[in-house]
């Protein structure tokens, strides 16, 4: 059975959906001028700089840490250079109360929401003042108070989680949607395709945007899939899409806030592709000279999105060289400062390794943490971070 009435034929034919071209959204040029025809987004200055302000210093951020672990003193990080626009653009363009469900590369999503530096170093370094004690790997944000679900490693997990928590707002009706981050290789997972159904059979006011840079991890997208790139999947599920430059931050600003009203006034769920480019490595592990050429990369630098955005508020006369200069130097010393105030900062207290999980620590897990205690008593040296609390007991 189908939901609509097929149409009939009487001979064999044989249809491959290339009859449907998707097009690309776009509003702002390389320059910062608008497209014949292209109408900016109802943005105010405070906002716009705001967007702006955001781009820069998640750039600024991604290039310092980088740098860190580089130095050894972090032991991974990822960038979202290049990225910035298709990122921050659409967070800009949600409510505060709206869920973030991310991937690993949006860290300019949780900055536009208010996360600080001194709380992405928290994170970064896993202090005693990190939310996650400590427990997770670097970049794994979350914050429960600015509504970004912390993030998990597994590829694709939160595509399928998003669903569900728009199914609950759906039922709460208090006018609230769902945003998933994911690039176009965790688009090739079974918990993509299982999420699109159920948010579109169930109708739930769920924004799936997908930031389609080129590559998963070393695999390029010719090599991923044949169609015409991840949009047309939505057909499938009788979804509504859009394609968008994922460069261009107004386009990207316009079409979320758009989905978003499809999502949140219609119970429709909406597919966001954004077309961009990952400038840097996949992470601080990854060698993409193996896989990819540096005239390829140049031809994408030409395209940056900061640059795009500062062309643009340079036009309307809401930027100068001056504020670039002053913003520029405030960020990379803020950062510098911060990170420097974290390292100092003491590890969580031990005892975090079991608790939180059990209303109760469980004898068993209790038996283990006091042999983990004597075992830092027995080897300081190996574990110089830990020593000081393991003093004491048995």
């Known amino acids: 059975m189908t939901t609509t009435k097929s149409r009939v034929v009487y001979t064999p034919s044989f249809t491959d959906g290339a009859e449907f071209r998707i097009p ?10 608008l497209y014949k ?7 105010d200055k405070d906002k716009a700089l705001r967007i702006y302000r955001t781009m820069v210093t998640t750039r600024i951020l991604d290039e310092r840490m980088l740098a860190a672990q580089r130095q050894g003193r972090l032991s991974f990080y990822m960038q979202c250079t290049g990225e910035e626009a298709a990122v921050i653009g659409s967070a800009a363009a949600l409510d505060d109360a709206d869920m973030i469900m991310a991937q690993y590369r949006e860290q300019g999503a949780l900055a536009y929401r208010g996360f600080t530096i001194d709380e992405f170093m928290n ?3 896993g202090n005693e003042l990190d939310y996650g004690k400590g427990r997770q790997m670097p970049v794994h944000y979350g914050s429960k108070k600015l509504n970004y679900m912390t993030i998990s490693s ?3 997990t939160q595509i399928p989680q998003a669903t569900g928590y728009a199914y609950g707002q759906k039922l709460a009706g208090e006018g609230h949607c769902t945003i998933t ?3 176009e290789g965790a688009a090739s997972e ?5 999420a699109l159904n159920m948010a579109a059979v169930q109708r739930v006011p769920v924004i799936f945007l997908c930031r389609n840079n080129g590559y998963a991890i070393s695999t390029p997208a010719a090599e991923q899939f044949a169609a015409d790139g991840v949009a047309p999947r939505a057909y499938g599920y009788k979804m509504d899409v859009i394609r968008v430059d994922g460069n ?5 600003y316009e079409a979320t806030r758009a989905a978003r009203s499809l999502a949140v006034e219609h119970n429709r769920p909406v597919l966001i592709e954004a077309m961009s480019y990952r400038l840097a490595a996949h992470s601080s592990s990854d060698d993409p000279s193996g896989y990819r050429s540096k005239d390829e990369e140049a031809v994408w630098r030409e395209k940056d999105p900061i640059l795009r955005m ?3 508020l340079e036009r309307k006369k809401w930027w100068s060289e001056d504020d670039e200069k002053q913003l520029q130097e405030t960020m990379r010393r803020e950062v510098l400062e911060t990170m420097k105030r974290a390292q100092k900062r003491p590890p969580p207290p031990l005892e975090t390794l079991v608790t939180d999980v059990y209303d109760e620590v469980p004898p068993a897990l209790a038996e283990q943490f006091e042999k983990l205690k004597a075992h830092i008593r027995r080897y300081p040296d190996a574990y110089p971070k830990s020593a000081e609390h393991a003093k004491g007991g048995a």
């Open 24 to 33: 690309t959204f776009k509003v702002l040029k390389q320059d910062g001028s």
């Open 37 to 43: 025809g292209a109408k900016a987004p109802a943005l």
């Open 123 to 125: 994170q970064l370094f």
């Open 154 to 156: 597994p590829l694709a």
């Open 181 to 183: 981050y994911f690039g």
């Open 190 to 194: 079974g918990d993509f395709h299982a």
């Open 248 to 252: 261009d931050v107004l386009a990207m």
């Open 310 to 312: 500062r062309l643009w």
